[in-house]
């Protein structure tokens, strides 16, 4: 599902907004589709009209599920690299990296006077 090499960040979920209208409409939108079949009489037409409730119902379910998780779907709305930019510039500063350079410049002055 996830494109080779890159990996979502941990705080990415799915829009709770969106998650929250999207199971308010599939229950009401069921709930009303199984009122309108058993309404149904004989004449067909709360049939028709339950039939046409859950095909609503479940193109707005889906639609919203795609909203809630676009993140996931549409990789170019991930934030590419936000957190590379902090990071490369404190593993600059980092005193690990500093001390790199002091044993580099100590191995150096041992070396000469070898």
């Known amino acids: 599902m996830t494109p080779k090499g890159k990996v979502p960040h941990f705080t990415m979920r799915p829009d709770p907004v969106a998650s929250f209208v999207c199971i308010i ?7 009303i ?3 309108f079949f058993s ?6 037409i709360y049939q028709q009209k339950g039939i046409i409730c859950a095909l609503i119902t479940a193109l707005l379910t889906f639609l919203l599920i795609l909203v809630a998780t676009a993140k996931f779907w549409f990789t170019h ?14 593993s600059q500063q980092h005193p690990a990296e500093k001390d790199k350079e002091f044993r580099k410049w100590l191995d150096q002055k041992r070396n000469q006077k070898n």
């Open 39 to 44: 309404q149904e009489d004989g004449t067909g």
């Open 25 to 31: 409409i599939f229950v009401s939108g069921s709930l």
């Open 33 to 35: 589709s199984l009122s």
């Open 77 to 90: 709305l991930w934030k590419k690299n936000a957190t590379h930019g902090r990071h490369h510039q404190h």
